[in-house]
């Protein structure tokens, strides 16, 4: 599945990087901390299934000296997506005995103009008869921002495997009007998915970036 958010897609990269071609040279003057590069980072982390009706989910931004910036882990009404969004808290997941339970989860990257870049999605749904899992079930889609000029972000592979233990992959790659070569930027997305006999699950991330900046920021999460 491709999205195509052309315009404001464009309009948040040259915002992150346009300060880039015009700052002093380095012998006198340091880039801004938005300007700053970071090669080769790789983050990683995992979640629990929240109770029925909520979402789970946390910010990682990449801060100075390109180090993460752990944000709060939220439990949030589960509203589709928007429950990225929202801010109530809620009390830790608990588990269910027994009955059919359904977890989704979204592995994406923004950009400092918070213009998402790359996601991964997951969708799993089992059910639990004596402490067991049967009936399990997943599927993972792709999502990526487009330019105009049929240019930008696009998918290079994706793969997937198993059933209680679902993982997931997707390597994106861009070539547009911020590198004409194709050679500079590539997201690679990873979720695992373990589902268990008492009706909990947890939600592990990875996301390698080849380049990123300053600002940029991997928003994870299930429900």
């Known amino acids: 599945m491709r ?17 880039t071609a015009v ?16 090669e080769g980072v790789k983050l990683s982390g995992s979640l629990p299934l929240p109770p029925a009706g909520m979402a789970v989910q946390q910010q990682v931004t990449i801060g100075e000296d390109c180090k993460p910036v ?3 882990v939220r439990y949030v009404p ?9 801010v109530a808290a809620a009390p830790a997941a608990t588990a269910e005995a027994a009955g059919s339970r359904t977890v ?12 998402r870049m790359t996601g991964l999605y997951t969708n799993s749904t089992w059910d639990t008869v004596g402490g067991q899992v049967t009936n ?16 930008g972000w696009s998918l290079k592979s994706s793969s997937a ?4 233990n679902y ?19 590539a997201n690679s997305h990873h979720t695992y998915v373990k589902l268990n006999g008492d009706g909990t699950s947890t939600c592990t991330f990875d996301v390698e970036l080849k380049s990123t900046f300053i600002g940029w920021n991997w928003q994870r999460g299930c429900a």
Request: net charge negative.
């Open 104 to 115: 989704r989860s979204w592995n994406e990257m923004y950009d400092c103009c918070n213009i």
């Open 70 to 72: 752990l944000g709060e």
């Open 161 to 164: 495997t198993g059933d209680a």
């Open 78 to 86: 589960a509203t589709g997506q928007s429950a990225k969004n929202a």
């Open 167 to 185: 993982a997931a992959h997707a390597d994106f790659t861009y070539k547009g009007i911020f590198d004409l070569s194709g050679d500079r930027y």
């Open 136 to 151: 399990a079930a997943s599927t993972a889609r792709q999502e990526w921002n487009r330019e105009p000029w049929n240019a």
């Open 23 to 38: 700052a002093a040279p380095a012998d006198t003057s340091a880039p801004a901390p938005a300007d700053r590069k970071c």
């Open 3 to 19: 999205i195509a958010t052309v315009v404001t897609a464009s309009a948040g990269l040259l915002a992150l990087m346009g300060g």
